[in-house]
């Protein structure tokens, strides 16, 4: 599309985006998340940008139930990548950290996911991915902005 062109709208924009997020799905899922569920990737994301939140703050993030997200963070933590550590406020609340070896698997991941996409961006002509890194840099912006008017992880501590 040139810039002379028509501009497309939103709807067609959003229905190419979530095409290409069901193909990065795809891509990504050649990638293993092993020994880590989604649910549990979910939570190791959140905690990662959320270091110390409580259990009940990790469960709105998830829209779950504590007990459910318990669960989560009992197989995160027997696998290593969760630590709990007491809260300096409250006897009774506990706050959840990404373990340094929670942080390395993310890393590793994160790794084998971008070798997936840089494959596809080879066969992509240099204009595209130009165009596509600015329009993502936009997306991300805007999306990371509404996420954080919205986020119930540094909404409340208790």
Excluded: K, Y
Aim: net charge positive; charged share 25%; with cysteine.
């Amino acid at each position: 599309m040139t810039s002379s062109g028509p501009r497309p709208r939103r709807s067609e924009v959003a229905r190419v985006t979530a095409e290409a997020a069901e193909l990065l799905e795809i891509l990504w899922g050649r990638a293993s998340t092993a020994p880590v569920s989604a649910s549990q990737l979910r939570v190791l994301f959140i905690l990662e940008h959320g270091e110390g939140i409580n259990l009940r703050t990790l469960a709105d993030a998830l829209g779950s139930t504590p007990p459910s997200t318990s669960r989560l963070c009992d197989r995160l933590q027997a696998v290593g990548f969760v630590e709990r550590a007491p809260s300096a406020t409250s006897r009774r609340e506990l706050r959840l950290f990404l373990s340094p070896q929670g942080r390395t698997f993310l890393a590793e991941l994160r790794a084998r996911r971008e070798r997936a996409v840089e494959a596809v961006l080879a066969q992509m002509p240099a204009a595209g991915r130009e165009a596509l890194v600015e329009g993502l840099a936009a997306f991300c912006a805007a999306a990371a902005a509404q996420l954080h008017e919205a986020d119930p992880v540094g909404a409340r501590s208790a």
